[in-house]
């Protein structure tokens, strides 16, 4: 009988699919003593058009051979999918083709789910979450509201609702209150916040409210009409049509993540995550021990507050640089460098500060003709502005020492700035200073000689005594704009009152997203939702009405904006748990007592500093309210690598012509791009299908080598659809089936680095396949043995049980398969067709390679998914050798070798060897001088 993968692979997922055969059971289906619990997930995909390559599910068959795994060991596992689906792409194809972006999702769903079952992955689909679905949306807009209706104790180190900071307000004001809040609020008593207006109070709640309105300095896509994260920009301009990108002010909803900044850094430490990941986030929350200095601006009541690590070397402080968008800039700049510092001004806002981070070279910047008074020494010090300044970082400005920061060193020598050569006898920078600069590091007496820390203790005791500054632990996270000027989206569950956002109580959720005309913002630059007819609160109904019924009494205007794609990501852990109360509750108490949290989470490290860091705050956040009991989502986290594609190219030398790879030179030749579908395995051009390609292909003239074909190049890269290099799998599941395709994409390598694809190898795998299933069949019949199975055959059995249940507690899936070989190559040259063996083997290839496993252990007779036999035990003794080849010499040199029992003392082992009839006929009558017996080792007989 034929391995007919076809047949088996489509009976198997109808099989799965008809019977649920992966659904997790809930905690409420328990009558008995419950199963353990065990979690895994994988970051779920947004859905394009494009659909699926075989780079995609690289992650997530790693996690369903550990899902499967886990099944077989006896744990109730939970391994839910389901999708990102809002998001930029959807809208933009919507403003191009008119289609609502809810069908296009639709759409693109569909095709990824037929996609994904044909890979066989064992997904519990009953919990199946879509981010813009208004039914988990709702609670997406709960979350919001809950951290609208919040404020964070340094105290107490948690959230706590808004209610109770109202009630520390009305009896002690906020002047010995110790708690997240923006920088600039104004101190005021009991008596003041009760005398205050209501308007007035509720202005005052938003500067400390978990979520909040303030203006913010935006990624402005102008192109796009909408905010970007710095993730979603590269070079200067959008990652989405590549559209230029400038920074602004603008009225934005933040969420304040920095009132979590040392949780989110302390609780990396009781992670199993990798090393580089925790770094990242370390890296991006970037926690800094320093001094918070002011610099008083002369002739002006204002002041310049900097943050340093080194406030001991503030006797070399020679100027100031503020980021161009500092909020001072524009009061202190004086009205002769007026026309210069907006020039300036204008020219970074077109440059991401991504770019301006990473880009050391150049050196701009700006007087701004206005000088401050130097903290400790009351000398004057001019104040300049200059990209390297980051308005998001610390406090936008920085006091420059240009004799220990090298940016600020060169930024002094362009500029002809001073540079202080004080004392030498203290150097605090990594960084060398030339020499023939004479640049060191300035000090005062009193620092003089002491040690940088002890320095930098004194210092700030000197700015404390001088009301100049304070101890202070800084952090470079910053709060996250949490507002985005799209459609396609989650609204904002908010509607204004006198300008004063309201939260729409929860009872009413969701509040869906209106019909629009278009999909682009209004004429007069308002977000999408400007567009809609019908998009206003009735606060007397409780309901959405249309805009002509906008009376600002019982009927206001409600939240144009909405939010941004990392909303929904941040928390749909909690959301798989559920299934029974999806319309009561965003999890119920008992699933999320039960479920806890995932125990393995598998995806791509590009998410380290966003959707990973924004999790982690929702989760800490939501067990600060009370509503769950972990404070990590993730316990354990696995990045995949990159399955990349090997590109082919093709050679133009002139405008119509192209020419073979082989006869090319790197002068006269330009490469292109070309589709891999057009090239075979011998790298050989398909000419026709190329010139119907495209248009401008149409008259191509070629170049052929001697054997009168056309050869590509080839070169490994990103597996792209703009490369031209991407490999549908449906098109491997067609010709050498998902359990193939499976195996083969685990035997490119370990799962964490990236790997080239190389459809040529997936024919070894393929022949395995066949071997595996040739081990249970004669010919046609499937032939299973119930006689008692060789030692070898057991040896291979039990040594594969051993290192399979290690590289899977490992994630060594590369080495599982190499061990599937070896032993399959084993068995049968032992043909072996036992029961004994054949049986557990089933068992051990099934999370690998599911659908032959199961056919498999249908054929043996069992009626129960194989999902849910016992995983095979490993047993010392098959691998124990019982005897040994001895190798039998006369005067040292080996004759023949002979298996003997290791039990046999040196008086037996003597007798079996002198009476075997080798022994006989190579002494030919003689008697030995002796015999030497090394047991275990050597018999040697000299005669």
């Given amino acids: 009988m034929a391995y007919n993968f076809k047949e088996i692979e489509a009976k198997w997922q109808k099989k799965w699919a008809d019977n649920k055969t992966f659904a997790a059971q809930q905690p409420q289906d328990f009558k008995e003593k419950a199963k353990p619990p065990y979690y895994v997930l994988d970051m779920f995909p947004y859905p394009s058009g494009a659909g699926l390559h075989v780079g995609h599910p690289l992650g997530y068959i790693a996690s369903d051979i550990f899902a499967r795994y886990k099944r077989h060991q006896g744990f109730n596992v939970l391994h839910p999918q389901g999708y990102d689906s809002f998001g930029l792409p959807a809208e933009q194809y919507a403003i191009q083709t008119g289609q609502h972006p809810a069908k296009t999702t639709e759409d693109n769903i569909k095709r990824y789910r037929e996609q994904l079952d044909r890979i066989g992955f064992s997904f519990d689909w009953d919990r199946e979450v879509r981010t813009s679905s208004p039914e988990y949306y709702k609670w997406t807009q709960w979350i919001f509201s809950e951290l609208f209706n919040s404020y964070y104790c340094h105290k107490a180190d948690q959230a706590k609702p808004i209610d109770e900071i109202i009630k520390i307000f009305s009896k002690e004001g906020n002047i010995n209150i110790n708690v997240a809040c923006d920088e600039n609020v104004e101190n005021f008593s009991a008596d003041e916040w009760n005398a205050f207006s209501n308007e007035k109070k509720e202005e005052i709640l938003l500067d400390y409210r978990l979520t909040y309105l303030a203006e913010t300095e935006v990624n402005w896509c102008p192109a796009l009409g909408t905010v970007l994260a710095n993730d979603e920009i590269i070079n200067g301009v959008s990652e989405r049509g590549s559209h230029p990108v400038v920074r602004k002010k603008m009225k934005q909803w933040s969420m304040r993540i920095s009132a979590y900044a040392e949780r989110l850094l302390q609780g990396l430490n009781k992670l199993d995550w990798t090393d580089s990941l925790k770094e990242s986030q370390r890296n991006w929350i970037g926690k800094s021990i320093g001094a918070q200095v002011f610099f008083n601006l002369k002739d002006q009541d204002q002041k310049i507050e900097v943050f340093t690590t080194r406030p001991d070397t503030i006797f070399g402080a020679s100027f100031l640089t503020l980021a161009p968008e500092h909020d001072l800039v524009q009061k202190i700049t004086t009205p002769e460098q007026k026309e210069a510092v907006d020039n300036y001004i204008t020219q970074t806002s077109k440059r991401s500060e991504r770019e301006r981070m990473a880009d050391v070279k150049t050196i701009t910047g700006v007087f701004t003709g206005s000088y401050a008074e130097h903290p400790l020494t009351n000398e004057p010090i001019p104040i300049w502005i200059g ?45 060398a200073h030339t020499e023939q600069d004479n640049t060191v590091i300035a000090n005062s007496e009193f620092l003089n000689d002491l040690e940088p820390q002890k320095a930098i203790r004194k210092a700030i005791e000197a700015l404390e005594n001088k009301k100049s500054g304070y101890a202070k632990i800084n952090y470079r996270l910053r709060d996250a704009v949490f507002s985005r000027q799209r459609y396609w989206g989650e609204p904002f569950p908010v509607y204004y009152v006198n300008g004063l956002p309201k939260i729409i109580e929860t009872k009413y959720l969701p509040l869906e997203l209106p019909e629009v005309e278009k999909y682009l913002p209004t004429e007069d630059g308002a977000p999408p939702l400007g567009r809609a007819n019908k998009w206003a609160w009735n606060t007397t109904t409780n309901e959405v009405v249309h805009n002509s019924e906008i009376d600002h009494k019982t009927v206001f205007p409600l939240e144009l904006n909405t939010m941004p794609g990392w909303a929904g990501s941040s928390w749909y852990l909690f959301r798989y748990m559920e299934t029974e109360n999806r319309d009561k509750c965003f999890a119920s108490e008992e699933a999320l007592d039960y479920w806890e949290n995932v125990d393995l989470y598998i995806g791509g490290s590009e998410h380290a500093t966003g959707h990973l860091l924004y999790s982690r705050f929702w989760t800490k956040f939501l067990k600060d309210r009370g509503f769950i009991k972990v404070d990590e989502p993730f316990k354990k986290l696995i990045n995949q690598g990159m399955i990349l594609g090997e590109s082919a190219f093709v050679h133009r030398i002139d405008a119509n012509t192209y020419i073979s790879s082989d006869l090319k030179t790197e002068k006269e030749a330009l490469k292109i791009h070309v589709d891999v579908s057009f090239v075979n395995t011998s790298n050989e051009l398909d000419i026709e299908a190329f010139k119907k390609w495209r248009p401008e292909f149409e008259n191509a003239e070629f170049i052929k080598n001697d054997d009168g074909k056309v050869l590509v190049s080839r070169e490994v890269e990103k597996m792209s659809k703009s490369k031209f290099n991407v490999v549908n799998p449906d098109d491997v599941c067609d010709e050498y089936g998902a359990d193939s395709l499976r195996l083969f994409e685990m035997f490119l390598g370990p799962i964490d680095q990236s790997k080239p694809w190389n459809t040529a190898g997936l024919s070894g795998v393929s022949s395995f396949m066949k071997k595996l299933w040739k081990l249970y069949h004669k010919g046609d019949d499937f032939e299973v043995s119930e006689n008692p199975a060789s030692k070898e055959a057991l040896k291979a059995l039990h040594q594969t049980i051993k290192k399979l249940t290690e590289d899977i507690e490992n994630f060594s899936f590369n080495t599982s398969v190499s061990s599937f070989m070896i032993c399959v190559n084993t068995l049968l040259s032992e043909k072996c067709n036992s029961r004994e063996v054949l049986e557990p083997l089933a068992i051990l290839i099934s999370p690998f390679a599911p659908h032959i496993a199961e056919e498999l252990w249908e054929k043996l007779g069992h009626t129960e ?36 029992s290791l039990d046999l003392s040196k008086d037996e082992i003597e007798k079996i060897v002198m009476a075997d009839e080798r022994t006989q006929k190579q002494l030919d009558g003689r008697t030995p001088k002796k015999v030497i017996i090394v047991p275990g080792k050597i018999v040697n007989i000299v005669g």
Avoid: C, W
């Avoid at 406090?395 to 001073?418: E, I, K, W």
């Avoid at 995983?871 to 190798?887: A, G, H, S």
């Fill in 387 to 431: 990209d390297y300044v980051l308005a998001g970082y610390g406090t936008g400005a920085v006091m420059a020492v240009p004799s220990g920061d090298q940016r600020d060193h060169d930024f002094a020598r362009h500029f002809d700035l001073p540079i202080p050569n004080v004392f030498k006898n203290i150097d605090i920078s990594e960084k």
């Fill in 865 to 900: 998914s194989i999902s849910q036999a016992k995983f095979p035990v490993f047993e010392e003794k098959f691998l124990v050798e019982d005897t040994k080849t001895y190798p039998i010499s006369f005067n040292g040199k080996m004759r023949f070798k002979l298996d003997l």
